[in-house]
């Protein structure tokens, strides 16, 4: 049975979009975790939904819809360019309003919202041809911006007190890193779903930076982590009829897990190796 279905063509076309938004959402994740914009990430994907509620309500194509409510809550955010416990606030307000709003359009939509509540836990198996293209070009332009933006991001992402004082246009570059999240959302609500965004763009970035400190080898490891966690699932999807998000989500969550445990007993070797040694008393 598994030999039959991995021989079908939707399987491939799986396959081929799991792995373009996992090589893009683990490579930005390094960002977003240094940044400390996960919270961000959350509301985006929450709005991106509203997104798509509207898009039903005028009748067009709700991952149009993800798109537009992505890129717009993105850009919003990112011209807020707030820092800490300021910028959680904002995000929350606009979360609050955002979930009200598509609250509205669901009720103002007369006919049947399963396609927009499919999006909450994702559709991988069910992509399309054209759905493939369109995360292959919408994939481009986000790796080809961080590929752009690199330098400039990790500087302040590390630094951005330092990055300012040399010139960095901190401004600039938080409307660029959230518009690229918003792009990256889109791509990934359409694998795991709303509710399980995080999982591709948070936690294989965060088990990164478990691993190591060097930044370009995060960046390999996170989205290493991202696409073995998301071909895994949606292999696994085929053996055992569970649904796909639940097999990516667990073995992304395993991969964390296992960095933790890693670095848990790295450190402790460190502080055994740097302890002084025990004195021995001869006891007469």
Do not use: C
Not at 9 to 31: K, N, P, R
Not at 74 to 87: A, K
Not at 149 to 159: C, G, K, N
Not at 261 to 270: C, E, F, H, M
């Amino acid at each position: 049975m598994f030999g039959q279905l991995l021989a079908q063509h939707f399987v491939h076309t799986a396959l081929w979009a799991g792995a373009v938004v996992a090589i893009v959402s683990g490579a930005i994740g390094v960002f977003v975790v240094s940044r400390g914009m996960s919270f961000a990430v959350h509301a985006i994907s929450e709005l991106g939904f509203t997104g798509a509620a509207g898009a039903l309500v005028v009748g067009i194509d709700p991952v149009l819809g993800i798109l537009g409510g992505s890129l717009l809550v993105g850009l919003v955010l990112g011209l807020l360019s707030l820092r800490g416990r300021e910028r959680d606030s904002a995000i929350g307000a606009v979360l609050a309003f955002g979930l009200g709003v598509g609250v509205l359009f669901l009720s103002l939509y007369q006919g049947y919202a399963t396609e927009a509540t499919n999006l909450l836990f994702g559709s991988i198996v069910g992509v399309s041809d054209g759905q493939l293209r369109d995360l292959v070009i919408v994939g481009g332009i986000v790796l080809v911006g961080l590929a752009v933006l690199y330098r400039p991001l990790f500087f302040s992402s590390v630094d951005p007190e330092i990055a300012a004082a040399r010139g960095v246009p901190l401004r600039a570059l938080s409307v660029a890193i959230f518009l690229l999240l918003g792009l990256t959302t889109a791509e990934a609500i359409q694998v795991v779903g709303v509710l399980l965004v995080l999982t591709l763009v948070i936690t294989p970035a965060a088990a990164a930076q478990r691993l190591t400190a060097r930044p370009g080898l995060a960046l390999v490891l996170s989205v290493a982590i991202a696409l073995g966690s998301t071909e895994g699932g949606i292999l696994l999807s085929l053996e055992k009829s569970w649904p796909t998000s639940f097999f990516i989500t667990t073995l992304s969550f395993a991969a964390y897990v296992a960095a933790r445990i890693y670095d848990w007993s790295r450190g402790r070797q460190k502080r055994l190796s740097s302890s002084p040694p025990r004195r021995l008393w001869a006891v007469r």
